[in-house]
């Protein structure tokens, strides 16, 4: 089992920037991929970033980072823009189950 609790989302102005953090806990040992995924109102879920893949949308203003000591990882949001509000939801598969955070809202204004 593995537990996963979100936080740093927010408000904040477009053009501005964000770090989500997603702490796991529980059998960290066998996380075997870890990322975020995100819900804009109205739509479905989608993927934003994970070890191996990124959005289009957000490729080269989004970043992930994972500390591993601390069993964080994190998305640093830069250049936010007004499509980016959604909530965002930390994702850890562990094979072969996947778990999900409860995610965190991010709001960008225009």
């Known amino acids: 089992q593995v537990q996963l609790v979100e936080s740093g989302g927010g408000l904040v102005q477009a053009g501005g920037s964000l770090r989500l953090s997603c702490a796991a806990s529980g059998s960290t040992f066998s996380i075997d991929d870890i990322g975020w995924y995100r819900r804009a109102p109205g739509k479905q879920r989608e993927l934003v970033v994970d070890?191996?893949s990124i959005a289009d949308a957000v490729e080269g203003r989004f970043f992930i980072s994972r500390d591993r000591a601390k069993n964080t990882v994190y998305l640093q949001m830069n250049n936010l823009k007004t499509e980016d509000t959604a909530v965002y939801i930390c994702?850890?598969?562990?094979?072969?189950?996947?778990?999900w955070g409860q995610g965190t809202q991010v709001t960008v204004s225009s």
């Open positions: 994702h850890v598969y562990s094979w072969p189950r996947h778990y």
């Open positions: 070890s191996d």
